[in-house]
């Protein structure tokens, strides 16, 4: 065993009701690091990309980053991989706060769950004892619930990941919530539908081992240098969390609108944005393990003091579930995001979800008969609480239908139903719009898991934020395809180190590039890393998954961008992104790639950076 990490993962096999400990070869850590990519290395290793989602052959996968549960800050995130239920490819959803540190303080660097439970059960891990556990009792209950008593069943301070009813009745966008109250999730591509197949309720962990540090004084010094002036980098993120950037993305043209029809929001932003929440509601800012930015909020509802503190919303909460939808009522938000986390939903393809429906239900694609009775419209927070609960318990024909996400949705409907949907591979947008930033087009189109802003964070820096060791030191045209391929390609590949790492996305503002992450990683494994061996590492694990892709049948027509983003203008300023511009930048991006036409990487790239499957990432 090195720094770093533990060497171990534990097996559980669902179907045999048995547990077991494996060893992962050094090289492996150093090839892949942690998180996504350990997790993309083992669903490689040992699933198969031609089952079907929900087939108990479908390995789900827990891994911490290589720097969770360290003290660098900004590093307390985890990776939940497995084929998804909702696009079929590799599917992958972070989550930060206190857990994945846990796992590792367990002595295990990722669990791997396969096979499926005849009935519901959770696992308890407690250092190196594991235990399946009976979860009948759990079943039917949401994820706050279930966060308290098994809580009470194992250890007050356990560590809980759980699923609600979403999860049970295969919701293909199911997110696994994490921590009670809390809500915190892992909530893209649908991975909670997978633990509910495998009828897994629950993963408690509480640990006690430390992790092994190369240079621990060193480490911290490292810590306190780069910690300095952090509110100056993180700005209302410190004062009102995500939720103080509506209003910004709002002015933009970034934030998605009506089912991404409409341009104008900004009363809307205003009276369900940052400064309404604090008005309305008590609010304790917080942040994740070891993270000195406090950039999410515990509410506490002042008119019900004996309510229980629950998890604010946050930026894309607030699009997906308000202005997606038209609703701008505050509490109405709140309370749709509260059902979401209970439920256990991915808020940002639900809200587009439902917009859709509301869409196509405006243009007679859907009729009462086809919802059960149900007038869909905009702008009505108690109808989108009620499709919410209707959607998490598959209910009567209209929660079937939105439970199965918009692309499938569409398909269903037919009659050119699929031209209302905005989603790439079926992932649904999040709220930021391609045609204010035109390298989030191809950030979407190009990446593993569909259309994710965090897979690449472009925009960012075409908003101004420097990466200095790529010679981004300014702000970009963001309505320019000049350039663009090559800095999504450089940020798909840094930001899966950040994955890799378990270091929060947002510390991009910060500057933190390929330098300081080698250096990160050098404190703390006693690895000799330049900063070409460390982008090296992320083209390999984004090549992985991309090669995973590929073997589920995915070619360049999958690749692709939504009708409404290239067809129809936002507003004067904001306007489509020529298909042109588009077809161009994604050619560009497969050549800097060595990609074919079809967007397989070639033998040589293959060869390059040493990618094999199965690669023998266990010792005998």
């Not at 139903?417 to 390298?439: C, I, N, Y």
Request: include cysteine; glycine fraction near 12%; charged fraction near 25%.
């Amino acid at each position: 065993m090195g720094y770093g990490y533990q060497g171990r993962i534990l097996v559980v096999d669902l179907t045999k009701g048995a547990t077991h400990v494996r060893t992962i070869r050094d090289d492996v850590y150093r090839r892949y690091w942690g998180g996504s990519g350990l997790g993309v290395a083992l669903l490689r290793e040992m699933g198969d990309p031609a089952v079907d989602a929900y087939d108990p052959r479908n390995p789900l996968i827990f891994a911490p980053g290589l720097l969770t549960g360290t003290t660098l800050p900004g590093v307390t995130r985890m990776s939940v991989c497995a084929k998804a239920p909702l696009t079929g490819v590799f599917g992958e959803a972070t989550v930060g706060g206190t857990w994945g540190a846990e796992l590792k303080f367990c002595g295990f660097d990722a669990i791997v769950f396969t096979g499926a439970a005849a009935s519901p059960v959770y696992l308890w891990l407690q250092n190196d004892v594991a235990e399946i556990r009976p979860a009948e009792h759990l079943w039917g209950k949401d994820t706050y619930e279930v966060n308290d008593l098994v809580q009470a069943e194992t250890e007050p301070r356990a560590r809980v990941a759980a699923i609600g009813v979403a999860g049970e009745h295969r919701v293909k966008f199911a997110a696994v919530m994490f921590e009670g109250v809390l809500g915190r999730a892992a909530g893209r591509t649908g991975l909670g539908a997978v633990m509910g197949a495998k009828r897994l309720k629950a993963v408690a962990v509480r640990g006690s081992r430390g992790i092994p540090v190369k240079d621990p004084k060193r480490l911290l010094e490292w810590n306190a240098r780069i910690t300095i002036d952090l509110g100056s980098k993180f700005g209302l993120f410190a004062k009102y969390g995500t939720t103080g950037g509506i209003e910004l993305h709002e002015e933009r043209g970034a934030l998605g609108v009506k089912n991404w029809a409409a341009a104008d929001f900004k009363n809307g932003a205003r009276r369900i944005g940052g400064k309404a929440i604090e008005q309305r509601f008590s609010a304790k800012q917080s942040s994740c393990n070891a993270c000195p930015t406090h950039c999410w909020v515990i509410l506490k509802d002042p008119k019900h003091p004996e309510a229980p503190a629950g998890r604010g919303p946050e930026y894309e909460n607030l699009g997906s579930l308000g202005s997606m939808v038209l609703v701008d009522d505050v509490e109405a938000v709140v309370r749709a995001n509260e059902l979401a986390n209970r439920h256990g939903m991915d808020t940002i393809s639900l809200g587009n979800t439902i917009a859709f429906a509301i869409e196509a239900f405006e243009q007679g694609l859907l009729t009462e008969h086809d919802t059960g009775g149900i007038r869909l419209a905009w702008g009505d927070g108690a109808l989108l609480a009620r499709l919410i609960e209707l959607t998490a318990r598959r209910e009567g024909p209209l929660g079937d239908l939105l439970a199965e996400g918009s692309r499938a949705a569409a398909r269903r409907i037919g009659r050119g139903a699929d031209q209302l949907t905005v989603e790439v591979k079926g992932l649904e947008f999040p709220m930021h719009d391609p045609r204010a930033f035109w390298s989030s087009g191809l950030n979407y189109a190009a990446g593993a898991r569909g259309a994710c802003h965090l897979e690449a964070m472009a925009f960012a820096v075409e908003s101004g934020v420097s990466i200095p060791e790529f010679g981004y030191n300014s702000k970009l045209s963001p309505f320019s395809a000049d350039g663009k391929a090559e800095l999504v390609q450089r940020m798909h590949d840094l930001l899966g180190l950040y994955n890799a790492l378990g270091l929060c996305k947002f510390w991009v503002r910060h500057s933190f590039g390929p330098v300081w992450l080698a250096q990160a990683v050098g404190l703390v494994t006693g690895w000799d890393l330049t900063a070409d061996e460390s982008m090296q590492t992320g083209d390999r694990i984004f090549t992985a998954k991309r090669l995973f892709n590929v073997a589920t049948g995915v070619t360049r027509k999958d690749d692709s961008i939504p009708p409404r983003i290239v067809g129809l203008d936002r507003n004067e300023k904001v306007r489509r992104v020529p298909i042109e511009a588009f077809e161009r930048m994604l050619n560009e991006y497969y050549q800097l790639r060595d990609w074919d036409p079809e967007g397989r990487p070639s033998a040589t790239v293959q060869e390059r950076l040493g990618i094999h499957a199965p690669e023998a990432l266990f010792t005998a």
